[in-house]
Structure formats: structure tokens, C-alpha cells
């Protein structure tokens, strides 16, 4: 059973552009949770969907958004890009049980 | 207060030692615990999960959880330089709202 995805592995981009970092959750799990993780930081906890709804979301500002398909596969989308949004992205899914994570999407801002 | 509160280390100890790793939370919602290990640059991988107070062992990791306390543990034996790694624990809610400590960095010693 494939596990969790998550593309590209590794992005850059310059400051002021958009970035979209896609999410495979593992096949019948409904809920995927987004993290980010500086440098030497700890998870910082993004935006939780489920069912294809935005349960939750943490303290960052709206131009970091997402959303879930049918398919519960996520996109996450963060706007003007600052450099300090330079980190380790990171997905899990979970259904009703333990999360599983990706292997995260590492963004690069210059 | 945060919700889950980890102290993040560094913790050091030699090879062979007994690791014991905490976390304390505040919202008796939890229902679910969990730990991660998570090398550098990696995504963290799953190493117990657990949703009742008592142990929970698996090989050289014992799971520890006192609802009562608001205070889960993991216990690692005969530690090896393998597991050095930051190790994050996490909870999560019956409707599946999901957190995560700030993780604790440890470094075994050969």
C-alpha cells in the first residue's frame, strides 16, 4: 500500500510568487493535516481538512491556503511568497486512527 | 500555555543508556497519543500510537500514558546511535483535531 505523497519534493522560488505543494494521502484515509517546519523548528501546524472541508487552521496569515478534492488528495498554496516562508512542508493523513506523514515538500524562497 | 508542552532537548546519553522522553498537555479532549521519530530532513515516521492510560511496548520502545496527569512518556532501551533523531509527540481528538509536541532532539553516543 503506497503511503503518503507529496510533490515536488523540492521547490524554489522567488520572493513574491506563488507556490502549490500538492498532498497523496494513503487510499481511504479522509483527513489531511499541513505543517510547517523551519529550519532547527518544530511542526507548526498549517490547516487540517476533512471530508473536503476546512476543519482548522493555525496562526498564519490567509495568504497560506488550501484545499481538499473528492479524491481527499490536498493542495496547500502560500501567496507572495517571503523568505521567510523558506522550510520543510510537511502532510499526514489519517483516518479516525495514528497520522502517517509525507515525505515533505522542502520550499526554497530566494 | 500551549496545548502540549515538550521539552526540546538536546538530550545526550551513551549508547546502551534508558531514554525517557515526555510530554505534558492541558485539554483532557485528547484521546489519542502518539510519537514520532523524525531523522534530519526527513518526515517523521510513526513509532507507537496508543489511546488508553497504561504501557504499550513494542521491541526496545514502551509507550507510556496517564490521562489522569495529562502526561504521556516514551521509554527507550538499549539505546543505539540509530536512534538518535528528534522525537515528536502528538495527540489527537476524537474528532480527530490533531497536535503535536515541539519535539525533543536526542543524541545517542557510541
Known amino acids: 500500500e503506497a503511503g503518503v505523497t507529496q510533490s515536488p519534493t523540492h521547490l524554489i522560488k522567488t520572493r513574491g510568487q506563488q507556490a502549490t505543494l500538492r498532498c497523496s494521502p494513503i487510499s481511504g484515509h479522509t483527513s489531511v493535516y499541513w505543517y510547517q517546519q523551519a529550519l532547527g523548528l518544530g511542526l507548526q501546524f498549517l490547516l487540517w481538512?476533512?471530508?473536503?472541508?476546512?476543519?482548522n487552521r493555525g496562526n498564519f496569515p490567509p495568504r497560506f491556503s488550501g484545499r481538499q478534492f473528492p479524491n481527499y488528495s490536498s493542495e496547500l498554496n502560500v501567496n507572495a511568497l517571503e523568505l521567510e516562508d523558506s522550510a520543510l512542508y510537511l502532510c499526514?493523513?489519517?483516518?479516525?486512527?495514528?497520522?502517517?506523514f509525507g515525505q515533505g515538500t522542502r520550499l526554497t524562497v530566494v | 500555555q500551549k496545548e502540549v508542552e515538550q521539552d526540546p532537548g538536546p538530550l545526550s546519553v551513551p549508547e546502551g543508556a534508558i531514554v525517557s522522553l515526555n510530554c505534558t498537555y492541558s485539554?483532557?479532549?485528547?484521546?489519542?497519543f502518539m510519537w514520532y521519530r523524525q531523522y534530519s530532513r526527513k518526515g517523521p515516521e510513526l513509532l507507537m500510537y496508543t489511546y488508553s492510560s497504561g504501557n504499550k511496548e513494542d521491541g526496545r520502545f514502551t509507550a507510556q500514558v496517564d490521562k489522569s496527569s495529562k502526561y504521556i512518556s516514551l521509554f527507550i532501551r538499549d539505546s543505539q546511535p540509530s536512534d538518535s533523531a528528534t522525537y515528536l509527540c502528538a495527540m489527537r481528538r476524537q474528532d480527530n483535531d490533531m497536535r503535536f509536541g515541539a519535539g525533543t532532539r536526542l543524541t545517542v553516543k557510541p
Open positions: 481538512y476533512d471530508e473536503g472541508e476546512e476543519r
Open positions: 485539554n483532557s479532549a485528547f484521546q489519542y
Open positions: 499526514a493523513s489519517s483516518l479516525n486512527t495514528e497520522a502517517f
